[in-house]
């Protein structure tokens, strides 16, 4: 079988895709780049909003022509294949195999079956099988908990990867060993809610520590960077500050999404919290982690959102200076509670909302990423950038970096860099040697250059 996956939605389905890449492989299947090499092509999905959901129908329909062409297989995987609109899709476009975030493991009963193989329910046991990442990878995602207690009237998360279940510690920490020994350097602890971790459906799990001492043992682990995300702000405490300012790895990243800035919406939203507390939330950080770099999500045009209550978002945004956010036009999404009970507002309103938001936002990036001129930043190396001779990666802030190739650096790693010029989005600079003087640039395809670089292509 030669088999292609295609990812949308969140790192949490990234994380899937990994987990299901690896049961095929172990079920022999060659994993290939392309649709047109393969004959099983499985879309793992997202449902968050209106877009990803048309993106999948568009892919699907151009499935469904190639089947009638010649022998392909199409699986559907993830949080849309969980919803009963998920489900009709499938119908539709004569989808083979359907998993919801609960079934991954049923993949290899999925592939022997002859006929149409539809697997929705949730399962405890995925963890176990969650294979090592890649070899070369620095970077790793670490799932820590799945589905979400919250009812945020707006988001059908809930209803696509269930309420919450928190992993082990030990779990945990067994699968950051071997994350550990691929040579992964920086790990990202995944889940809808983090700052909820060890107390599902209200209740304290005997034996499992806080959110806030979960980052502090896993700051023992050795491992040079530690990121987590998203944090809810209901469930944020001080103490989290605290953990992350004195385990030197944990990075000086809050990923805390606010919404919106009037107290009206946020009720409507049912998000639990207020805009004064939030504001708390965001002072204890700076308290802890002066040099912080806050991020967030918004979302304008939530049904009743007045311009009143728009420009108590632009406001908050003032207040705190984020350094950037995810932004987006509230989507009705079939089965949440708003979805049933508000109305709309007009297309062209939100997305006029929007814009002065993205305005908003591209003012204070260009700020903030100028304050970091002349500094010297963290940055991890991925690998080549798109344009030749430059190497990309992102900064402990994770602000998208790109330096040019040097001598000594050519490729993944954590390397000290010396910002020379920034942009609301991204940071570029030198990569510094111990002496702290920038490395020397690599020349261009000179046979100079392939003899120190021992006669290896450049490009
Ligand atoms: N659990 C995370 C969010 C997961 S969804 C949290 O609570 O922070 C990621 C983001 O998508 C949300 O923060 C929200 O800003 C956005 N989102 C969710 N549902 C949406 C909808 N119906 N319309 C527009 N944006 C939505
Ligand atoms: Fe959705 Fe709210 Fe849960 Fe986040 S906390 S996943 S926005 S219900
Ligand atoms: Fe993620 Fe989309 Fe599901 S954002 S949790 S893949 S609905």
């Given at each position: 079988?030669?088999?292609?996956?295609?990812?949308?939605?969140?790192?949490?389905?990234?994380?899937?895709?990994?987990?299901?890449?690896?049961?095929?492989?172990?079920?022999?299947?060659?994993?290939?780049?392309?649709?047109?090499?393969?004959?099983?092509?499985?879309?793992?999905?997202?449902?968050?909003?209106?877009?990803?959901?048309?993106?999948?129908?568009?892919?699907?329909?151009?499935?469904?022509?190639?089947?009638?062409?010649?022998?392909?297989?199409?699986?559907?995987?993830?949080?849309?294949?969980?919803?009963?609109?998920?489900?009709?899709?499938?119908?539709?476009?004569?989808?083979?195999?359907?998993?919801?975030?609960?079934?991954?493991?049923?993949?290899?009963?999925?592939?022997?079956?002859?006929?149409?193989?539809?697997?929705?329910?949730?399962?405890d046991?995925l963890?176990?099988?969650?294979?090592?990442?890649?070899?070369?990878?620095?970077?790793?995602?670490?799932?820590?908990?799945?589905?979400?207690?919250?009812?945020?009237?707006?988001?059908?998360?809930?209803?696509?990867?269930?309420?919450?279940?928190?992993?082990?510690?030990?779990?945990?920490?067994?699968?950051?060993?071997?994350?550990?020994?691929?040579?992964?350097?920086?790990?990202?602890?995944?889940?809808?809610?983090?700052?909820?971790?060890?107390?599902?459906?209200?209740?304290?799990?005997?034996?499992?520590?806080?959110?806030?001492?979960?980052?502090r043992?896993?700051?023992?682990?050795?491992?040079?960077?530690?990121?987590?995300?998203?944090?809810?702000?209901?469930?944020?405490?001080?103490?989290?500050?605290a953990?992350?300012?004195?385990?030197?790895?944990?990075?000086?990243f809050?990923?805390?999404?606010?919404?919106?800035?009037?107290?009206?919406?946020?009720?409507?939203?049912?998000?639990?919290?207020?805009?004064?507390?939030y504001?708390?939330?965001?002072?204890?950080i700076?308290?802890?982690?002066?040099?912080?770099?806050?991020?967030?999500?918004?979302?304008?045009?939530?049904?009743?959102?007045?311009?009143?209550?728009?420009?108590?978002?632009?406001?908050?945004?003032?207040?705190?200076?984020?350094?950037s956010?995810?932004?987006?036009?509230y989507?009705?999404?079939?089965?949440?509670?708003?979805?049933?009970?508000?109305?709309?507002?007009?297309?062209?309103?939100?997305?006029?909302?929007?814009?002065?938001?993205?305005?908003?936002?591209?003012?204070?990036?260009?700020?903030?990423?100028?304050?970091?001129?002349?500094?010297?930043?963290?940055?991890?190396?991925?690998?080549?950038a798109?344009?030749?001779?430059?190497?990309?990666?992102?900064?402990?802030?994770?602000?998208?970096?790109?330096?040019?190739?040097?001598?000594?650096?050519?490729?993944?790693?954590?390397?000290?860099?010396?910002?020379?010029?920034?942009?609301?989005?991204?940071?570029?600079?030198?990569?510094?040697?111990?002496?702290?003087?920038?490395?020397?640039?690599?020349?261009?395809?000179?046979?100079?250059?392939?003899?120190?670089?021992?006669?290896?292509?450049?490009?």
């Amino acid at each position: 079988m030669r088999a292609h996956m295609i990812t949308y939605g969140c790192q949490m389905n990234e994380y899937d895709t990994h987990l299901v890449q690896s049961q095929l492989v172990s079920l022999g299947a060659d994993m290939v780049e392309s649709v047109d090499e393969a004959d099983f092509v499985l879309i793992n999905t997202c449902a968050v909003r209106g877009k990803p959901v048309e993106k999948v129908r568009t892919v699907l329909g151009e499935l469904r022509k190639q089947k009638g062409q010649r022998k392909l297989v199409v699986g559907m995987m993830g949080c849309l294949a969980q919803l009963e609109e998920g489900q009709q899709i499938a119908r539709k476009f004569e989808v083979d195999v359907l998993l919801g975030p609960g079934s991954l493991l049923d993949i290899g009963k999925a592939l022997e079956s002859n006929e149409r193989f539809w697997g929705l329910q949730f399962k405890d046991e995925l963890h176990e099988h969650i294979p090592p990442p890649p070899a070369g990878k620095l970077q790793a995602h670490l799932t820590i908990m799945r589905g979400c207690d919250h009812h945020c009237t707006y988001c059908i998360v809930p209803t696509t990867r269930g309420p919450q279940v928190s992993r082990s510690p030990d779990d945990i920490l067994r699968e950051l060993d071997m994350q550990l020994a691929a040579g992964v350097q920086e790990v990202t602890l995944l889940g809808q809610n983090v700052n909820a971790y060890g107390v599902d459906g209200g209740a304290k799990l005997a034996g499992y520590p806080s959110f806030a001492d979960l980052l502090r043992m896993v700051g023992k682990s050795g491992v040079r960077r530690i990121k987590f995300t998203t944090s809810h702000p209901m469930n944020f405490t001080e103490d989290v500050a605290a953990a992350m300012a004195e385990t030197p790895a944990v990075c000086e990243f809050v990923h805390l999404p606010v919404q919106s800035g009037s107290d009206r919406v946020l009720r409507r939203m049912a998000r639990e919290y207020n805009r004064e507390k939030y504001l708390r939330h965001i002072a204890e950080i700076r308290k802890h982690l002066p040099s912080a770099v806050l991020f967030t999500d918004i979302i304008v045009g939530f049904p009743g959102e007045t311009e009143e209550d728009f420009q108590e978002t632009l406001s908050l945004y003032d207040e705190v200076g984020y350094d950037s956010a995810y932004m987006f036009i509230y989507s009705p999404r079939p089965g949440t509670p708003s979805y049933k009970h508000f109305q709309d507002l007009p297309r062209e309103l939100k997305t006029e909302r929007l814009q002065r938001l993205i305005a908003k936002q591209k003012d204070w990036a260009t700020r903030k990423n100028a304050e970091k001129l002349g500094s010297v930043q963290e940055v991890l190396i991925r690998g080549d950038a798109h344009s030749e001779g430059f190497l990309e990666g992102h900064t402990r802030g994770n602000h998208p970096t790109i330096v040019p190739k040097a001598l000594g650096a050519t490729g993944a790693g954590i390397y000290q860099v010396r910002i020379e010029q920034t942009s609301p989005h991204m940071l570029s600079g030198r990569i510094l040697g111990s002496d702290g003087q920038p490395l020397p640039e690599l020349p261009r395809f000179t046979p100079e250059a392939a003899a120190v670089m021992g006669g290896l292509p450049m490009a």
